[in-house]
Nanobody
Framework: QIMLQESGGGSVQAGGSLRLSCVSSGYSVSRICMGWFRQAPGKERERVAAFYSGADRRFYADSVKGRFTMSEDSAKNMVYLQMNNLRPEDGAMYYC??????????????????WGQGILVTVSS
């Protein structure tokens, strides 16, 4: 069982920055794919970023490329999402996610088994 807890959300004006953090307990973040997802009211959940450091495999949604950066600190067992030049459409609940370490796809970043409770990001224009 992997437990995930997000922090760092809040309200910011358009053009501003936020850094989301996610601490993992139960498994090393460097040994599985970790991801960040978001869901705005009335919209489907969207994968924002994913990162598997074991193969240096990174994914970013087109909508955030060049603005968001995902990273990890294996010593702290944490992953981060640095969000710059935020836009009103970036406002959503953001979720940290982890792949199933016992799945054959643990590093492919296609399936995520464990989820945090989410944290709210609000961007005002």
């Amino acid at each position: 069982q992997i437990m995930l807890q997000e922090s760092g959300g809040g309200s910011v004006q358009a053009g501003g920055s936020l850094r989301l953090s996610c601490v993992s307990s139960g498994y090393s973040v460097s040994r599985i794919c970790m991801g960040w997802f978001r869901q705005a009211p009335g919209k489907e959940r969207e994968r924002v970023a994913a990162f598997y450091s074991g193969a240096d495999r990174r994914f970013y949604a087109d909508s955030v490329k060049g603005r968001f950066t995902m990273s990890e600190d294996s010593a702290k067992n944490m992953v981060y999402l640095q969000m710059n030049n935020l836009r009103p459409e970036d406002g959503a609940m953001y979720y940290c996610a982890a792949a199933d370490p016992y799945s054959d796809d643990f590093g492919e970043c296609n399936e995520f088994e464990f989820w945090g409770q989410g944290i709210l990001v609000t961007v005002s224009s």
